[in-house]
């Protein structure tokens, strides 16, 4: 620990001598905390579904546009991602593999920005989070790789079971993970990411925190310099169990910030 600051220390000092030290020290928001406070501001920020449309791995479907809120709603500073009981959908099976049958309607959103680490950019992202944790709910909020796949890190995961995970892959059998207890009565609780570009220009620590404490730390390999999608969706079934709840299942996030430091 106490070498890895002083190795960040030595690297900035390096790197202060090329560019000027207060670019570096400057940070910019790339997502203020009143995103979700009308649809006006959500679509400044944000766009609907996943980057490659409405399908993943789950059995959930996402739904939504600038003229269709049943799913994704926002309002009071507070995105509401909704999953509802859908039947007959058109097509069955979702188009992402493995193909699971579709038995939901929901909501995801993906940020316009990319979050590209470099060592001039290191980024902190934060929110407040009432996650459901019931089986077969299996909201995120996640970063996946803009052009292949990996890297990917997971700042929130709920997968049906009282804990959130916190998942860095460096390939996908190469993964790190580490669980902390999530209350299952649906309070706001905060979650954070700290990525730093590591000294040897390739690797980013992923700092992740709930409530303000430090409760893992994980190294992307190879994630400098790679674009990265950030996405807030409430996913069903999958990686969760099965069968999901047969009523409605909602997912709230709020004050959710981005910010970069650099230019
Ligand atoms: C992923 O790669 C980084 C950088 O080489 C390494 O520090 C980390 O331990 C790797 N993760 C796993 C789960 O092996
Ligand atoms: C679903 O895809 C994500 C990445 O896109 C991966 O992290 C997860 O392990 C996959 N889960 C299942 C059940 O396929």
Redesign the pocket.
């Known amino acids: 620990m106490i070498f890895g600051k002083i190795n960040n220390f030595v690297a900035v000092g390096v790197l202060g001598a090329i560019v000027a030290a207060p670019a570096i020290r400057a940070a910019t928001t790339v997502i203020p905390s009143n995103s979700f406070s009308s649809y006006s501001t959500l679509e400044t920020y944000w766009a609907y579904l996943y980057p490659w449309g409405s399908d993943h791995n789950g059995s959930a479907r996402m739904k939504g546009s600038s003229s269709d809120h049943s799913n994704i709603v926002v309002g009071s500073n507070t995105l509401s991602l909704i999953a509802t009981p859908t039947s007959n959908p058109v097509p069955p099976t979702s188009s992402s593999n493995p193909h699971p049958a579709i038995h939901y309607a929901s909501g995801a959103i993906h940020a316009k920005s990319q979050i590209t680490v470099t060592q001039a950019n290191g980024y902190t992202i934060s929110g407040e989070f009432s996650a459901p944790t019931a089986r077969g709910t299996w909201p995120a909020f996640w970063l996946t790789a803009v052009n292949g796949w990996p890297p990917e890190a997971d700042i929130g995961e709920w997968k049906g079971t009282n804990n959130n995970w916190f998942n860095?892959f460096?390939t996908s059998s190469?993964?790190?993970s580490d669980l902390v207890a999530w209350p299952s009565d649906l309070s706001f609780h905060s979650i954070k990411a700290v990525l730093t570009a590591?000294p040897?220009n390739?690797?980013v620590k992923l700092e992740f925190y709930m409530d303000n404490t430090l409760r893992a730390t994980?190294?992307?390999?190879?994630f400098v310099g790679k674009p990265l999608w950030l996405i807030v969706n409430l996913q069903m079934e999958g990686s969760a169990g099965s069968p999901g709840p047969s009523g409605t299942t909602t997912y709230k996030v709020r004050n959710v910030v981005v910010t970069r430091t650099g230019s």
Not at 218 to 222: C, D, L, M, R, V
Request: proline residues 0%; without cysteine; hydrophobic residues 20%.
């Open positions: 860095t460096n190469i993964v790190r590591q040897n390739a690797d994980q190294y992307g390999q190879g």
